[in-house]
């Protein structure tokens, strides 16, 4: 009964530590119970019990998918079932870790790599190993199946900027490593897994090496945030609409001219600040741009009258596929070049397996119909209307302004649920893009806590790369 009590402790401080809970310090104790566990059970019992604190978490944190199914007209049942299918996946990860560390904590004492601390052969502990095992099947759940790195544990820390500095080296992984660290190094001071003498100073090494290690990280955030003066930085002024349309609304036609109203009012109280670029939602226009002569005409006709270029997100059909593309225009209102979305929403704009699948779950037939974009594309603008347009498809597949006058500066646009994935991001960064955009529809969620969390992945993508990152949700 009393691990069972711990791993649902595990849970729900696991759970508390995201948003809109945001009680972030509890990340770092949260694991103790867990692994207080895995020290005294054997492996087939911690798989048990690190499922359960795994369910727990992961329900916890996605429980928004219930309300975003109900809002969307599906059955409540179908929601459920889709939330515990989703959380008892990503809890079998939390279950291998409990498995790998009760294997670990009965050959290796106090689990750890040992080294010797002076002549006289006294061994201590590194309380690594378990943050090794935890990061590596962090990263194979954001890789695996496509992947879904929603609720790492390091996201929790996105408000702790001194901390998660370490990001532009480490990555987000980084961050989880200095947490499950930390969380290793307490439980081993509370939980008597070694016995004999030096047992006491070996648990206080590892209390020190976890100290250091965090004093460490912590020192360099402070050092980075009091040095990082973002000279190097484009010199650019955006406005960035907010529609803030019912999801529900978007594609009814007897709300069309709200909606373009809507956009239209949005873009005239912009022009009053004389920005450069204007960046508009996810599928902000109600409708299919290059389809439709009169959204297309509208949307030119806000870029001329603002004298400035638009960033724009549309759904766009070609060659009887569908994308959920990005588009620019020109203060002139040229369209000069378009980004499709790469990285898909599984079971949302994309089904894997779905003539199977939908032979049992007849919704999936209405859903997936959105095709996957094959380039990293780079835009590139300057606050003149003075420019010339060349094409370099074979290295980067963008398009660059070559200015008359100034200089040129380069931006990426990323769509939803692409921001949660650190190395597409790097890509569109290693291509030369001085400025992160990320256009994203987070009406689909209400008022739950999806849309803060998909917001705080941002954080870690501007530390990451060390470029601005510009979000219109």
């Given at each position: 009964m009393t691990n069972l009590l711990l791993s649902i402790l595990?849970?729900?401080?696991?759970?508390?530590?995201?948003?809109?809970?945001?009680?972030?310090?509890?990340?770092?104790?949260?694991?103790?119970?867990?692994?207080i566990v895995t020290y005294n059970t054997r492996p087939k019992t911690a798989f048990l019990f690190g499922l359960i604190a795994g369910v727990i978490t992961y329900c916890g944190i996605l429980y928004w998918i219930v309300p975003t199914f109900t809002a969307a007209g599906e059955p409540r049942i179908l929601g459920i079932f889709c939330l515990?299918?989703?959380?008892?996946?990503?809890?079998?990860?939390?279950?291998?870790?409990?498995?790998?560390n009760s294997f670990l904590s009965k050959s290796l004492p106090l689990c750890r790599s040992r080294?010797?601390?002076?002549?006289?052969?006294?061994?201590?502990?590194?309380?690594?190993?378990?943050?090794?095992?935890?990061?590596?099947?962090?990263?194979?759940?954001?890789?695996?199946?496509?992947?879904?790195?929603?609720?790492?544990?390091?996201?929790?820390?996105?408000?702790?900027?001194?901390?998660?500095?370490?990001a532009d080296i480490t990555g987000i992984y980084g961050v989880s490593f200095l947490i499950v660290t930390v969380n290793t190094a307490l439980s081993l001071i509370l939980a008597p897994c070694g016995r004999g003498e030096g047992e006491g100073n070996i648990k206080i090494q590892n209390l020190?090496?976890?100290?250091?290690?965090?004093?460490?990280?912590?020192?360099?955030?402070?050092?980075?945030?009091?040095?990082?003066t973002g000279d190097k930085l484009p010199s650019i002024k955006i406005a960035v609409l907010q529609g803030n349309i019912d999801q529900y609304k978007k594609w009814d036609n007897s709300y069309r001219q709200e909606i373009i109203e809507a956009y239209t009012k949005l873009?005239?109280?912009?022009?009053?600040?004389?920005?450069?670029?204007v960046v508009w939602p996810e599928s902000a226009v109600p409708g299919y741009l290059l389809m439709e002569r009169d959204l297309y005409d509208w949307v030119k006709g806000l870029a001329i009258q603002s004298k400035c270029y638009h960033l724009v997100g549309t759904v766009q059909c070609k060659d009887k596929n569908i994308y959920n593309s990005?588009?620019?225009?020109?203060?002139?209102?040229?369209?000069?070049?378009?980004?499709?979305?790469?990285?898909?929403?599984?079971?949302?704009?994309?089904?894997?397996?779905?003539?199977?699948?939908?032979?049992?779950?007849?919704?999936?037939?209405?859903?997936?119909?959105?095709?996957?974009?094959?380039?990293?594309?780079?835009?590139?603008?300057?606050?003149?209307?003075?420019?010339?347009?060349?094409?370099?498809?074979?290295?980067?597949?963008?398009?660059?302004?070559?200015?008359?006058?100034?200089?040129?500066?380069?931006?990426?646009?990323?769509?939803?649920?692409?921001?949660?994935?650190?190395?597409?991001?790097?890509?569109?960064?290693?291509?030369?893009?001085?400025?992160?955009?990320?256009?994203?529809?987070?009406?689909?969620?209400?008022?739950?806590?999806?849309?803060?969390?998909?917001?705080?992945?941002?954080?870690?993508?501007?530390?990451?790369?060390?470029?601005?990152?510009?979000r219109s949700a």
């Open positions: 595990t849970g729900i401080l696991l759970t508390l530590s995201f948003p809109k809970f945001n009680f972030s310090f509890l990340a770092w104790i949260a694991l103790v119970p867990l692994l515990l299918l989703l959380a008892i996946y990503c809890s079998l990860y939390v279950a291998v870790f409990c498995v790998l080294f010797r601390r002076n002549k006289r052969g006294i061994k201590g502990d590194l309380p690594f190993a378990p943050a090794f095992l935890w990061v590596s099947l962090e990263y194979i759940r954001a890789h695996l199946f496509s992947g879904f790195p929603w609720g790492i544990i390091g996201y929790s820390q996105w408000n702790f900027l001194q901390i998660i500095q370490i020190i090496v976890a100290t250091v290690l965090f004093s460490f990280v912590l020192v360099y955030g402070i050092f980075s945030l009091k040095n990082y873009v005239k109280k912009a022009m009053k600040y004389k920005p450069d670029i990005a588009f620019i225009f020109t203060p002139d209102g040229r369209l000069l070049d378009e980004y499709s979305k790469i990285h898909l929403v599984p079971f949302g704009e994309t089904i894997p397996l779905k003539p199977l699948l939908s032979r049992y779950i007849k919704t999936l037939n209405e859903l997936g119909d959105i095709s996957s974009g094959d380039r990293h594309t780079v835009f590139s603008i300057h606050p003149t209307n003075k420019i010339v347009l060349r094409t370099n498809k074979i290295v980067l597949r963008t398009n660059k302004i070559v200015l008359r006058t100034g200089r040129t500066t380069t931006l990426s646009a990323n769509i939803c649920f692409e921001s949660i994935f650190p190395d597409l991001i790097r890509r569109f960064s290693k291509h030369g893009s001085d400025i992160i955009v990320n256009i994203t529809n987070d009406g689909w969620y209400l008022k739950t806590s999806a849309p803060y969390q998909h917001f705080t992945f941002n954080i870690f993508r501007a530390i990451e790369n060390r470029k601005p990152v510009v």
